[in-house]
């Protein structure tokens, strides 16, 4: 199996023959053995040249990166290595299309809601009633999805639902240090804001890098619009994932006290995670992803990161008038 | 029109008969172990790079047989085969012999297709270097005769706009779609 790399100290990445060496500010060096990465994420400043860049091609790794703050800035996406023209042209054929453009994205939408009710059903189970005026507030909104005729009307139902949803939180975790408010983005306003951010921002780069190892094109998303310069099929896939992998993750580290008001700073730019935070929060989501569950279609246990690239091989399948895509389910 | 590509290191024999088959050796063999990845191949939804699977044959396919001249040929950028230096014999190296009926139209393939150009009289040999086991694959009437329903068949399998639906066999657990398939 390959790992991803975090990089958070700023220093020198290039290729030494078949490996990459890191060489931080001091002078010391650490050294990785190209076979064993998966993809690479780059939090600190980095110098590189274009020969690295080629090596990272040859070898099939995606490089991330991140700003100052932690937030997502853009890949190195390096040419695909698997290509099917005709998987290609059948996703476009389903974004021009407009029904069959909008039959995605409604799944992409259902998908969303559904994990987001299987996050509140278990805190309902484990005492907080009160989250039982949110399921139903959740699915009248549910209902609405299937009359909209446009995905700019289905990204509202979208952000209707997940307000609602995020109305939630502050009864889930009940932390003074951590009271959400409402959902800011660009710059977080407070501190369960930041995680939210963070966590996505992470779920992205992860379904990228994993859309890099099928047929699909990333440029072409069917909920997020296509602008020819971003990729947007993994903003799509995301939704689905994000209650289950983000949200759920960030309950545990306020509940469990991994993260604490000193994990974060503010500044002009809103507030973010400090270093410490963010590695707090990127080992709990390596752990995260390497966990595995029971897959009953499969019959045996994957881990929550296959999940995700069992998804898209499940919209390649769609795309090739196989097997109609239904998103991932959490059954709890 | 482009031009066909220059032969390479003397390995790469071109021809320039009319007539033409489409298919790979690859493409023949996933006939014979499953229409649904025959289908997924021919429409490049590769999945064998990643699999440890394949990158164990080919590995074997390189210690197997260090003494043995061989020499490899693609052939009108299509279909890639080893001959014996010594006797001319065209030869197939698997890991397993459990895909042995699929390995043998692909041999079978190879020489009809180079029969067509010209080439009569060849001979194939299958090899199993774990099983220390090998077999001449001999072009008869008979064995034409499959040979050439099994491209019209292929023709006929990956012609529609979707894969043939799933079906369960016991080559699915090892195969690199497994997970395609199946997930
Ligand atoms: S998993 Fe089974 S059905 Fe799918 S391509 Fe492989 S052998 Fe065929």
Redesign the interface.
Known sequence: MRKPIYIFSSGTLERQQNTLVFKDGDGKKRYMPVETIADIHVFGELDFNKRLLEFLTQNEITLHFFNHYGYYIGSFYPREYYNSGYLILKQAEYYLDILKRMDLAKKFVYGAINNMNKVLEYYIRRGAEELSTTLEELSHISSAVETQDSPEALMAIEGNAREIYYSAFDIITDSEDFSFAKRTRRPPQNRLNALISFGNSLLYVTVLSEIYRTHLDPRIGFLHSTNFRRFSLNLDVAEVFKPIFVDRLIFSLINKNQLKAKDFSTGVEGVFLSESGRQTFIEEWENKLKTTIDYPPLKRKVSYRSLIRLDLYKIEKHLLGDKPYEPYASRW | MEQQKEPQQGNEIEFYNEEQFLYTGTQVYYYVICHRKLWLYS?????E??SDKVALGALLHETSYPRLKKREMLIDSLIKIDVLEESGKILEVKYSSKMIEASRLQVLYYLYYLKRKGFDGLVGELRFPRQKRKEDVILTEEKEGEVKAALQNIAQLIEP???P??EWSGICRPCAY???C??
């Open positions: 429409h490049r939804v590769e999945l790079k990643s706009p979707s894969p639906i799933v497994a997970e395609f199946w997930g």
